[in-house]
Structure formats: structure tokens, C-alpha cells
């Protein structure tokens, strides 16, 4: 009877994405209807020579289509959910697409890109060959809590037929594993920005997860992430497998080496430092894919600006970039503020965060805007910081608290009026930097759209 409905569910899930996909409907909605036909769909797929999961707060999205890239570069094929979630219904949409009527994957390799609080409902449906986990940090308080919350919900479903690919500066998700899986590590050396006390907001490892005792650091990268040690009882992260050296933030390059001979010469976006930490763990995974060093190489050389978070165009002599942060969490709207740091001339720059009365992703909690790094908008080269939607107040209130002045807040609670004040205030050579959340999309292309009609389409 299972056999007969996973078969029914295949039929249906496929004349569904058939239908749908002219019309860009939800690519989740054949998951969502084959799970309803038969529930344990997702274990019932004959699943390829190799399957690659990519889960963490933050680089999912980004690390997982790189991989999916240089994997089909190396000429395997693969395939990913890239066009849809990243919970059970949104692989389930996938991989019907690619299966026979009995459910066998075609491809070569599967790269799944997984929710971390969804690990009970897919590991236990199926074993990964291999678990990349970027980072853990404190991400959406009413969803996940806390970063050790979600470790637990990953580490109680790994399975010791599962090889882990670790990142060796993050002393929380580092430890995922421990005696239940053979583990690989990746790291970043120290860089001329580290530090030796936590510069940012937050740090969310502070004692040792061993004794408990107060931790140091030989360096920090950015908030928790860099070299922990107990100077009490020892404790300190594995010596890791692939480093990061050289790291260039002028050129946006660095280096990889590994510990069988591996020395790769690598570019990355520059002012993105998230993404280093995210290459070099792709890195570790093709290798153990025994994808060539050349094929990594120049598979990240050619998508390194084509990471879909950042876009630069230019609208005459109006330069706009647009930094696609992730909802709610403030370790990535931090990282991303950063960029700010590595620019020079006079900008303006656009803040926009969910809006409270938006029906579907409306959210009141805003602690989140307190844990987040506003200190690169203090740099002297901005002109303005307009704010948009209905939480232009809170987030001109959190402003305020962490001291600063409001002669340069811009607040417009319709997006609309934001949008015709920046094409007013655009002057020639200027530079416009918009921060934004997923949700805000096309508040962005609206801008864009009136920065065309005013200064020529984007270059």
C-alpha cells in the first residue's frame, strides 16, 4: 500500500510542478501535496551516489549553490532546491522533479540545502553522505530560541554513516558530532581585521561548553567566531583540515590549504567576509567529492559577484548597491553593515526591515534590532540613512539608544515616498547603499525602477 501511494504522490507531484511552472507558482506545492498523499515521501526516494546537505544560520542559500556550481563543473550532475524551501516540502518539490515514477534520483550527486530546525523530519528520512554546517548563531528569537537550542535539534538526529564538515572558528557548531560522526574541519587564519576582544554586539560563547568555566580567545574573526581556548580545562577546537590564509580585503582574495597538499587561490566578494568562511567549507566538501583543486578554482572565480545577496548597477551617475540581509537575525545584518567599512565617498544609505502589519511575514519582536552592529553607520561619509516601512520608528528608536544623533534619520513609513525622496537626493557620483530583508524585494525594485527613469537603465 506505502509502495502504491509514494507512486500516486510522484504522478501527482509531477503533473503539478508541469502545471505550475509556467505560471511561477509555489515550487513547494508538490511537496506540500505529495506529503499529504503519502507522509513518508521524503525516505521513499532512491536517493543518488551522493548526497550533500548544507545547513547553519547563516551561507545556506549561498554555499549550497556554489557547491551545486563547481559539482556540475567537475561534470557530475546535480540536483538542488535552489527554487524552493529548504524544509521537507521544498526537497520533497525537488527531487520529484528528477526522479523516475519509482522514485530513483537521475542525477549524479544531491546538494540539499536544510532548514536547522528541520533535522528531525529529514535525517530521519534519509542519511546524508555529507553535512556541511556553516555556523550557528542567534537567529529569529520566536523561531529558534537559541543558538544551543538549535544545535541539540541537529545533533540528536546525525547518524554515524554521516560525514560532518565543520566550521573550526565556531566553537558552538563545532562541537556537532562529538563520538557519533567522522568529522572535517575548516577554519580561517588570522587576518589583519581580527581582533583580540569581541568588537561586536554579541558573543554567544562565552563560557567553555566543557567545564563551564570563563573562555578566552586567541583572536576573535567577529563575534564568537575565531580561536577559543579554556585556559581551565583545556578545551580547544580540532586542528582543521582546510585553513583560509592570506585573506585580502582590498582584492577580495585568499588562499586554501589543506592537509593533503591542497592550495588553492581563491576570490571572494569583497566586503563579504560570511563569504570566505562559506568557500572554504565548499572547499572541504568537493574534496571529499574528489573534485581537482583547477575545477574548484575556476568554479569559484566565475561565481564569486554572483552570490544573488549583493547587486551593484548603476542608474547614470547614481551607483546603487542593494545588501539582501537575512530576516531577523543580527549577526547577518551586522556583517553585512560592515561593507560600509571597506567603502570610501559620500553615500546615502537605506535601511529596511519587515514590516509589523504585513500579513504574511509581519512579526512583532524587534529585540533583534538591539543585538545588531550599527557602528559603520556612524562613518563620516554618509550623508543620510533613510528608513522605510512602519518600523522606521523602532528602528530610529534603537538608533537613538546606541547614541546616535537623529540629524541624518530620513523615516518613511510609505515606501513609495522613500523611493521618490532618493531620486531627489541623488546627486551626480553618488553612491546609495540599500540594506534590506527578503520580504522587502520589491521595495528595492521599486527604487531601482525610479532610479532608471531618472538616470538610464542599469549598467
Not at 501535496?33 to 549561498?62: E, H, W, Y
Not at 554521516?162 to 587564519?189: A, P, Q, Y
Not at 551593484?312 to 560600509?340: H, T
Request: charged share 25%; with cysteine; glycine share 8%.
Amino acid at each position: 500500500m506505502g509502495k502504491i501511494r509514494f507512486l500516486i504522490a510522484v504522478i501527482i507531484g509531477k503533473i503539478v510542478y508541469i502545471i505550475g511552472k509556467p505560471f511561477g507558482r509555489s515550487t513547494n506545492l508538490p511537496g506540500i501535496i505529495m506529503l499529504k498523499i503519502c507522509p513518508d515521501a521524503l525516505s521513499r526516494f532512491k536517493m543518488p551516489q551522493k548526497t550533500v546537505c548544507v545547513t547553519g544560520t547563516n551561507g545556506k542559500t549561498g554555499t549550497s549553490n556554489l557547491l551545486t556550481h563547481i559539482i556540475r563543473n567537475s561534470g557530475k550532475s546535480v540536483i538542488n532546491n535552489s527554487k524552493g524551501s529548504n524544509m521537507a516540502t521544498g526537497l520533497v518539490s525537488a527531487l520529484v522533479t528528477d526522479s523516475t515514477l519509482s522514485g530513483k534520483i537521475k542525477s549524479d550527486v544531491a546538494v540539499m540545502e536544510v532548514d536547522e530546525r528541520s533535522s528531525q523530519f529529514i535525517y530521519t528520512r534519509f542519511t546524508p553522505d555529507i553535512i556541511l554546517c556553516t555556523n550557528l548563531f542567534r537567529d529569529s528569537i520566536m523561531r529558534n530560541g537559541h543558538s544551543e537550542f538549535i544545535f541539540d535539534k541537529i545533533n540528536d538526529y546525525l547518524s554515524a554513516d554521516t560525514t560532518l564538515v565543520l566550521n573550526g572558528n565556531d566553537g558552538i557548531s563545532g562541537l556537532l558530532g562529538e563520538n557519533i560522526c567522522k568529522r572535517v574541519f575548516f577554519s580561517v587564519d588570522k587576518t589583519e581585521r581580527s581582533t583580540d576582544e569581541c568588537k561586536d554586539t554579541v558573543c554567544d560563547l562565552l563560557a567553555c561548553p566543557k567545564c563551564h568555566r570563563k573562555l578566552t580567545y586567541e583572536y576573535y574573526h567577529y563575534n564568537h567566531i575565531g580561536v577559543p581556548k579554556c585556559e581551565n580545562c583545556g578545551f580547544q577546537m580540532p586542528e582543521s583540515d582546510f585553513v583560509a590564509t592570506d585573506v585580502d580585503f582590498e582584492n577580495g582574495t585568499f588562499k586554501v590549504v589543506g592537509k593533503n597538499g591542497e592550495n588553492l587561490a581563491l576570490s571572494y566578494q569583497k566586503g563579504n567576509f560570511f563569504n570566505v568562511f562559506n568557500i572554504t567549507g565548499a572547499v572541504a566538501v568537493c574534496r571529499l567529492l574528489e573534485i581537482d583543486t583547477e575545477t574548484i578554482e575556476n568554479s569559484v572565480e566565475d561565481i564569486s559577484s554572483k552570490t544573488g545577496r549583493f547587486d551593484d548597477a548603476r542608474f547614470g551617475g547614481v551607483e546603487v548597491v542593494s545588501m539582501l540581509s537575512k530576516n531577523q537575525n543580527p549577526i547577518s545584518c551586522s556583517q553585512s553593515l560592515k561593507y560600509l567599512d571597506s567603502t570610501d565617498g559620500e553615500k546615502d544609505v537605506v535601511l529596511l526591515i519587515t514590516d509589523s502589519n504585513d500579513s504574511v511575514h509581519g512579526h512583532e519582536d524587534i529585540s533583534w534590532l538591539y543585538d545588531t552592529d550599527f557602528s559603520p553607520l556612524k562613518n563620516n561619509n554618509i550623508k543620510n540613512i533613510f528608513i522605510g516601512g512602519t518600523r522606521c520608528y523602532d528602528l530610529a528608536a534603537c538608533l537613538e539608544i546606541k547614541g546616535f544623533g537623529t540629524e541624518k534619520l530620513k523615516l518613511f513609513t510609505d515606501y513609495s515616498d522613500l523611493a521618490n525622496e532618493l531620486v531627489r537626493e541623488s546627486d551626480k557620483d553618488r553612491k546609495v547603499v540599500v540594506y534590506f530583508e527578503l520580504y522587502a524585494t520589491k521595495v528595492v525594485k521599486m527604487i531601482k525602477d525610479k532610479m532608471s527613469i531618472k538616470g538610464g537603465e542599469g549598467e
